[in-house]
């Protein structure tokens, strides 16, 4: 063969297509492979027809057809299937050759194959990639990590097809070690969750308790898109909203209310527990979507479970102000949980992680990009040890600034049956995370009483622990010391 390509890339799907049509387009030459090869015969004589692209019939051909070090992108569906083809393509690669997995995989599996690749010989890049089919083809949002030694050989391509900020810079950097890549990830689809619930709270709110029509929320989305909260979820709604049906009619209203998962956001919330990061948000985010798939359940609870009859009379011009706000501190609260997980990983795997650098990440290509987190890398290049988004200065002023308007979105929510499980635990967590004092020593004083778990006292240093015999029939010796 006298053409080499500089990347294989495996699996044929939509988002495999498009990166390959994207990767092409800079300059580079790839190699395609698919399990069912008359894809390979159809996208070679169609949309890659003409180009820099070699189609291959098997793992041997592909490998064959690659400069060395080679470079060998999965983009097939998580789980067994990556590991049956990384079974498929070791025994034909050689010392240094790259293995790049470029889908949703849990972030564990990427610890554990990257150890297994480099324990012979070869390298292992988990790479998160977001943008869905416009920006695999356009420039997504890439997040690598996993063998450093493998990233200046695939930095090039990496960078030279990702999404680039207004100054030209990538979003596209190295994440870190083993899995980091796709730890960002993880808790990128994570955010995404939490900012579609808090999106489609405000649509149920303008739409049930304002009685506004899709036409009319779709003008306060485009208004809101040139604000505060100017990013491509808002601007989608916005399109969403205007779309008309074969009839006329809006076809958002003719969607049924179920929603799908893959897993990530789960996987985020499931880690948040892990590491004891209250991640509040994205897990109702998850929850949301699970109540939502109990379609049948709900119409039977509505026949015989009744609340109040949403009724507005306000002024609705300065409450749809006040939705605004909520939505924007509702959103910040959400990053700063998101962020705080970051941390706690980077403790517990050591990774080193750059936090500004992922907000500059997700800045452009990525489904959350928007003008906010911007915001969110000043903060973190003022202060790059900051614990909590919602101790930088400018997130604290835009909170206080939201403050009551946030709360009049959540109390009139609330007192009209509204459903805005993402907003109020927003504000929940807020107040949480404020209050010096919260009821947990009621809490210690309860476990010590009936399982002698001990506790502590503000009277005393802390890591003293104290067991006191309530009921006085019960013996002195206590349980384990809690986690804290």
């Not at 988004?389 to 604290?396: G, N, R, T």
């Amino acid at each position: 063969m006298s053409q080499k390509a500089d990347i294989g890339l495996i699996g044929l799907a939509v988002m495999g297509e498009n990166l390959v049509l994207n990767v092409e387009s800079r300059g580079f030459t790839v190699a395609v492979f698919n399990r069912t090869v008359e894809k390979v015969d159809h996208f070679t004589a169609g949309r890659a027809k003409g180009k820099n692209i070699i189609g291959t019939h098997s793992i041997e051909e592909l490998v064959a057809s690659l400069k060395t070090p080679r470079k060998v992108m999965l983009m097939v569906k998580a789980g067994k299937p990556v590991d049956e083809f990384i079974e498929l393509l070791v025994p034909h690669l050689e010392k240094g050759d790259i293995v790049i997995d470029g889908g949703n995989s849990h972030y564990p599996d990427t610890i554990r194959r990257t150890k297994y690749l480099e324990s012979k010989g070869l390298q292992y890049i988990g790479t998160g990639v977001s943008g869905g089919e416009e920006g695999a083809l356009k420039g997504p949002s890439i997040m690598p990590g996993g063998s450093p030694d493998a990233w200046p050989h695939i930095k090039p391509i990496f960078q030279s097809i990702a999404a680039k900020v207004e100054d030209g810079t990538p979003c596209c950097d190295w994440v870190g070690s083993d899995g980091a890549g796709h730890f960002v990830k993880m808790v990128h689809n994570g955010i995404e969750y939490g900012d579609m619930q808090l999106i489609t709270e405000a649509y149920q709110i303008m739409n049930e308790l304002l009685g506004m029509g899709a036409d009319e929320m779709h003008e306060v989305f485009k208004k809101w898109n040139t604000g505060d909260l100017n990013s491509y979820l808002i601007e989608i709604t916005r399109d969403i909203l205007a779309y008309k049906d074969g009839d006329g009619k809006p076809l958002v209203d003719k969607i049924l209310d179920t929603a799908g998962q893959k897993g990530t956001g789960k996987w985020t919330s499931e880690t948040s527990l892990d590491l004891g990061i209250p991640l509040t948000l994205i897990s109702e985010a998850v929850y949301g979507r699970c109540l939502s798939a109990m379609k049948e359940e709900r119409v039977e609870a509505s026949k015989v479970l009744h609340g109040p009859k949403p009724s507005f009379k306000g002024d609705k011009k300065a409450f749809l102000g006040d939705l605004e706000k909520a939505l924007y501190a509702s959103k910040i609260v959400s990053y700063a949980q998101g962020f705080t997980l970051l941390r706690a990983a980077a403790e517990e795997y050591k990774w080193k992680l750059n936090y500004g650098g992922i907000a500059l990440l997700w800045r452009g290509g990525c489904i959350i990009r928007s003008i906010f987190l911007g915001k969110i890398k000043e903060a973190f290049d003022k202060n790059p040890k900051l614990s909590n988004l919602l101790l930088d200065p400018f997130f604290k002023e835009k909170i206080e600034q939201s403050q009551d308007g946030w709360r009049r979105v959540v109390s009139t929510a609330v007192m009209n049956g509204i459903w805005v499980p993402a907003f109020s635990t927003a504000l929940s967590y807020f107040d949480g995370f404020r209050n010096s004092r919260l009821p947990a020593n009621l809490l210690q004083a309860q476990r010590d009483y009936f399982g002698a778990h001990q506790y502590e006292r503000v009277d005393k240093p802390r890591g003293e622990f104290f067991h006191t015999n309530w009921t006085g029939h019960g013996g002195e010796t206590a349980s384990s010391t809690y986690l804290a």
